[in-house]
């Protein structure tokens, strides 16, 4: 199976920047769709941004179009996101996620991390 390990989580201002990191093993991790979601305290996990296996197209929530940007590298299969002006209401643990299509939020992900911790303080 892929297991996917969180990276790059922690405490930042609000305004400020973090790029979270998803690093994963198995053979067929690069033929996958990629995903983040994110779940704060008390609250549901919710779709933060996807990217394609090949890395063409990518999705993200509303929420954070503009300020988020998800990439890959296949090569070091691996999956980022780049967050930037980061607001309070980010703050969650962010998951990683892999799914056997591109349907972006719609994909069935089969696999997820553990999660990294993202804070953003006031």
């Known amino acids: 199976q892929v297991h996917l390990v969180e990276s790059g989580g922690g405490l930042v201002q609000a305004g400020g920047s973090l790029r979270l990191s998803c690093a994963a093993s198995g053979r067929t991790f690069s033929t996958y769709g990629k995903g983040w979601f994110r779940q704060a305290p008390g609250k549901e996990r919710e779709f933060v941004a996807a990217i394609s296996w090949k890395g063409y197209r990518t999705w993200y929530a509303d929420s954070v179009k503009g300020r988020f940007t998800i990439s890959r590298d296949n090569a070091k299969n691996t999956v980022y996101l780049q967050m930037n002006s980061l607001k309070s209401e980010d703050t969650a643990v962010y998951y990683c996620?892999?799914?056997?299509?591109?349907?972006?939020?719609?994909?069935?992900?089969?696999?997820w991390g553990q999660g990294t911790q993202v804070t953003v303080s006031s």
């Open positions: 996620a892999a799914a056997p299509n591109d349907d972006g939020p719609l994909a069935g992900y089969d696999y």
